[in-house]
């Protein structure tokens, strides 16, 4: 496996890299999430490249919880490695914004809703941050997590629209025994935070058990899953959206394919799941 820092270092293996070549985005700290993205990008493409970069343009001013953001290279290494993983790219801060740097890429109406609206700017920084990783990698697959679903539809959106070459490959939510959605930012919840923490994915169930059940109102839904949610004194509401799953407009009445998706605080993570229906 080899370990490039340098955009220099990537541009000159090129040359002899196999094809297909599948690309693995992440910020590191990886747990199965990340490694059923790795699995899948292994049984597709003849080489897999991981980039591990903890990206400060996609974390708000003054960078949220970048400070904070888990980090663990070594670990992640062996855990690449294990994998079969042909190349990690990690280059430093300065490496992909260097002094003078002032492109960014806004992606439009997509961006502007539900983590767009409660982390204004996000969006910019993951679109311009994929941008250079898709060139300077230049991979014929990037794999995306469900789990953040509304930046697999920010990405697909910027690599049509920029007609960057690459098929976007979403993978399905992995998650605990217990249904809760595994994160980086999991490490940051106590025993008593992951127990409340259940309640996002308790949420959405009940959502779809609504909805199994023939509720094909919205608003009853989001009511009733509001007041699961409330009942944990643990959790605060962020947002919570049924909307539809392609444009992300809010919806009235269940007719069409919806993403059920929210943010809520427990302790001090904030933490995102989401089902579709
Ligand atoms: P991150 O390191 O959090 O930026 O995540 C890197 C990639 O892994 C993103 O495409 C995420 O959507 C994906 N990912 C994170 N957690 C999970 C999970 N529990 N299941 C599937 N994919 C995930």
Request: charged share 25%.
């Given at each position: 496996m080899k370990v490039i820092d340098a955009v220099a270092g990537l541009r000159a293996v090129h040359q002899e890299t196999g094809r297909p070549l599948g690309l693995v985005p992440t910020m590191g700290c990886l747990h199965e999430?990340?490694?059923?993205?790795?699995?899948?990008?292994?049984?597709?493409?003849?080489?897999?490249?991981?980039?591990?970069?903890?990206?400060?343009?996609?974390?708000?001013?003054?960078?949220?919880?970048?400070?904070?953001?888990?980090?663990?290279?070594?670990?992640?290494?062996?855990?690449?490695?294990?994998?079969?993983?042909?190349?990690?790219?990690?280059?430093?801060?300065?490496?992909?914004?260097?002094?003078?740097?002032?492109?960014?890429?806004?992606?439009?109406?997509?961006?502007?809703?539900?983590?767009?609206?409660?982390?204004?700017?996000?969006?910019?920084?993951?679109?311009?941050?994929?941008?250079?990783?898709?060139?300077?990698?230049?991979?014929?697959?990037?794999?995306?997590?469900?789990?953040?679903?509304?930046?697999?539809?920010?990405?697909?959106?910027?690599?049509?629209?920029?007609?960057?070459?690459?098929?976007?490959?979403?993978?399905?939510?992995?998650?605990?025994?217990?249904?809760?959605?595994?994160?980086?930012?999991?490490?940051?919840?106590?025993t008593e935070d992951k127990r409340a923490a259940l309640v996002l994915y308790r949420s959405l169930c009940l959502a779809r058990e609504l909805w199994r059940q023939g509720e094909g109102d919205a608003e009853q839904i989001r009511r009733q899953m509001r007041s699961l949610i409330e009942s944990e004194p643990l959790a605060r509401i962020d947002y919570l959206s049924i909307a539809h799953s392609k444009s992300l407009e809010e919806l009235e009445i269940i007719d069409r394919p919806a993403l059920v998706s929210l943010a809520v605080w427990i302790g001090q993570a904030r933490l995102i799941d989401n089902i579709l229906l």
């Open positions: 999430g990340h490694l059923a993205l790795v699995r899948r990008a292994r049984s597709d493409n003849a080489t897999v490249a991981v980039s591990i970069f903890v990206n400060p343009a996609q974390f708000g001013l003054p960078y949220d919880d970048f400070s904070t953001y888990p980090r663990d290279m070594e670990s992640d290494l062996s855990k690449l490695r294990e994998e079969g993983v042909d190349l990690v790219f990690a280059p430093s801060v300065e490496e992909i914004y260097p002094g003078g740097f002032e492109t960014s890429i806004d992606v439009g109406p997509i961006a502007d809703k539900l983590e767009g609206k409660s982390r204004p700017g996000h969006f910019t920084g993951v679109a311009t941050v994929v941008c250079k990783l898709l060139f300077i990698v230049r991979p014929d697959r990037a794999y995306f997590g469900q789990k953040d679903a509304q930046q697999c539809l920010v990405v697909q959106r910027l690599t049509a629209d920029l007609d960057l070459g690459a098929e976007i490959v979403v993978v399905p939510t992995v998650r605990e025994a217990d249904g809760l959605a595994l994160s980086s930012r999991n490490s940051l919840l106590d």
